[in-house]
């Protein structure tokens, strides 16, 4: 089944321990896009400006992705800018330039309204509930968060997560979301909030799923699934929204939900955030095939499972 | 097959945010030798004072670790006193007393020698050799150490992990003894260094066994286990060291050593891991049974494991 994400296109500048690439292809609903078009059709509301040439938006077309949604506004494109020191689970932000995205106003065609699966990306909570609200065809919402929102609407955020199927964030916006700092707590205390289920993604270290008791008739156990350990980590830029569009595609491509499909849905997720930062920007992503991506599944299932 | 620890017994005082407890016992060679009891015999080599009684003696009795290494000295046990705050996988020392350990000179009785299996908890890394050079029946050596021998002794540490079959360390150790911060170099460092395996403890995170190209046959991708989400770690004091006990304990119990082998035992430290923190100091690693290990076991596999 298709599914629609809603989130920016930016040209990234960024430079890490490997090298330095200006002004790439990027933003999460661009990463997420790439990601998901592997598994099912995908359709993507962003913003883009001026400098957003034909040949960028090709990049999606050649993954059969939709870009109808995808507004041309007067002015340019968002434009980011960081780098990773030794760390590079952490970005050390440069400059943001906002551009078009600042007044980014999510713009549904007609024609996406039959999506049942919608991803939102980070973006300020109340575009987010608008657009589910106006998606009202659709059965499983994924969203994403920052701290940023955390801190500075949470009000609104809580109506967000009313309206979220699986939230997905790292260890340390859901530990600010609770306001707690043991892992699984926190957990219990950011499901209470709304959404069926939470993955927390754990960078370097995998990621766990925590289910809301009584979500989807599967039992409430945690499952974890592996991150790769790899030596060269070219360009963790986009890794999480690259793992959203493994986890959401292989959901949407599936089928029923079920325990074991939402398990490999997290596998799935793992398997597309280690390919993302293999290259810089969305460069692996874009080279993939399918028999890649299950040939790295088997690795995350050999790198964890006993006989 | 039996199993020696040589390593500290002491008296802790901690302070967690569930609670406090004076003067209780401690020690990697006792967190060490409950875990492995659970698995196989264990013989514990320590030095105590004479505020060490007969009751903390039968601590070790009743689960048949054989305490014939352990010397009784002139003065006090050992002392460490620490608190955790909010963040429980990092302690604050509040004061160390060394007293008897601080002149440590492990004695090996002679009933000990025809052990085939090892494991050097954490100490001076020229008594970690001596021991070791001293036990030439052994097969199969696992040791720790910690950032203060990576720092000041690390020329007498690079003799000893000559000598090491699989070192067992957290993330920090790895990367400073590497001088490497990403994860999987690192291992690749300290694999050079000598060891045949590496084993990285992530704390909440789980562990990954690394292994030197050729060990054991058994080819070199890496493998990793889970840690279990705990609502409520009330102490963390031990939980390495009981990791190691499960780890090195049930690889004793086994009459082979193949890769299946060496995944289950990273499954089993985990396991012993997560239940020396549920409750202070050694109360739990006390009063398990193996059918509860095994129980366990299964959730950690649950955890992990796909159809």
Same sequence: chains 1, 2.
Avoid: C
């Amino acid at each position: 089944m298709s599914i629609v994400v809603v989130g920016s296109v930016a040209f990234d500048t960024i430079a890490t321990p490997s090298g330095r690439a200006d002004d790439i292809l990027g933003g999460a609903a661009t990463y997420f896009s790439l990601a998901a078009s592997y598994f099912t059709d995908v359709r993507v509301v962003a913003v883009v400006g001026e400098d957003f040439s034909a040949k960028h938006e090709s990049v999606f077309h050649q993954h059969g992705i939709d870009t109808r949604g995808i507004e041309h506004a007067t002015g340019k494109t968002f434009r980011w800018g960081g780098q990773y020191l030794d760390n590079l689970n952490e970005a050390k932000t440069d400059f943001t330039e906002l551009n078009v995205f600042e007044r980014f106003q999510p713009q549904l065609p007609r024609e996406y309204l039959d999506s049942r699966f919608l991803f939102l990306a980070n973006i300020h909570p109340t575009l987010q509930a608008a657009v589910r609200l106006e998606m009202d065809k659709v059965l499983f919402t994924g969203g994403d968060t920052m701290n940023y929102w955390i801190q500075r609407t949470r009000a609104e955020l809580a109506e967000t997560l009313k309206l979220i199927t699986v939230l997905l964030i790292n260890d340390t916006e859901a530990k600010m979301l609770a306001g707690e700092t043991n892992l699984p707590r926190a957990a219990h205390k950011v499901l209470a909030m709304g959404p069926q289920a939470l993955v927390i993604k754990h960078g370097e270290y995998g990621a766990t799923i925590f289910f809301r008791e009584g979500a989807f008739g599967i039992g409430s156990h945690p499952f974890r699934a592996p991150a790769l350990p790899i030596e060269e980590v070219k360009d963790p830029t986009g890794a999480g929204d690259s793992f959203a569009g493994g986890f959401m595609g292989y959901l949407a491509s599936q089928p029923e939900l079920n325990r074991e499909v939402l398990k490999r849905a997290l596998f799935y997720g793992g398997v597309m955030g280690s390919f993302a930062v293999e290259r810089f920007g969305t460069e692996r992503l874009r080279t993939l095939n399918r028999a890649e991506i299950d040939a790295r599944f088997q690795v995350f299932r050999e790198l964890t499972h006993l006989e």
